[in-house]
């Protein structure tokens, strides 16, 4: 009986398999960054990024100060690294972000500061696998990463230096003719 069983199972995963394989070899798994993502990877994606965070960005605890030296550093770096995808203080898409699978959250006019900074600070740091969020870990020191969290997560409570860098921070968006279908698919500019 047992012997069954557990041929049973082994057919099963081996059945998993090949149609795993067949799938991917004749390009029946979509690869191409305009598609919309199945529910089925936006769970998986969604669920993986919270337990890493969870388990490696859970108790880390920003180190800097949020005042105007370290907020505006942080616009600095974002104008510099992150707005060509994440937008500027209009709030407004940009082509890149709009057109990166998944697409950018612009963070022009929310900021992000219902998360906690040391996920952000993980996220500027690692990035993030199969989303276009690359890691800084390598081009920006441990202070700058900082310092981009900070300005994030104070985004609603700015210092008046650092909203005024804040307002002077201008990238290419996309053109208003295209919100109507970018609200459609769930990425709108907020």
């Not at 909203?163 to 970018?182: C, E, F, G």
């Amino acid at each position: 009986m047992w012997k069954g069983f557990i041929l049973g199972i082994v057919a099963i995963i081996v059945v998993a398999i090949a149609g795993g394989y067949i799938a991917v070899v004749s390009g029946m798994i979509p690869v191409n960054a305009d598609a919309r993502p199945s529910h089925l990877e936006r769970w998986a994606a969604s669920r993986a990024l919270d337990a890493i965070l969870k388990r490696e960005a859970d108790g880390l605890v920003n180190p800097l100060a949020a005042n105007d030296v370290n907020e505006v550093a942080g616009v600095k770096l974002f104008a510099q690294h992150c707005a060509t995808c994440h937008g500027d203080s209009s709030g407004h898409p940009t082509p890149i972000g709009f057109g990166l699978y998944q697409h950018a959250p612009s963070l022009g006019r929310r900021g992000i500061t219902d998360d906690p900074e040391g996920d952000t600070y993980w996220m500027v740091t690692h990035g993030v696998r199969l989303t276009g969020m690359p890691s800084f870990s390598k081009t920006l020191d441990d202070t700058q990463r900082w310092q981009i969290a900070t300005f994030l997560k104070h985004f609603d409570e700015l210092t008046p230096g650092a909203q005024a860098a804040w307002k002077n921070v201008k990238v290419a968006v996309v053109s208003p003719d295209l919100w109507p279908p970018i609200r459609k698919r769930g990425a709108a500019p907020r």
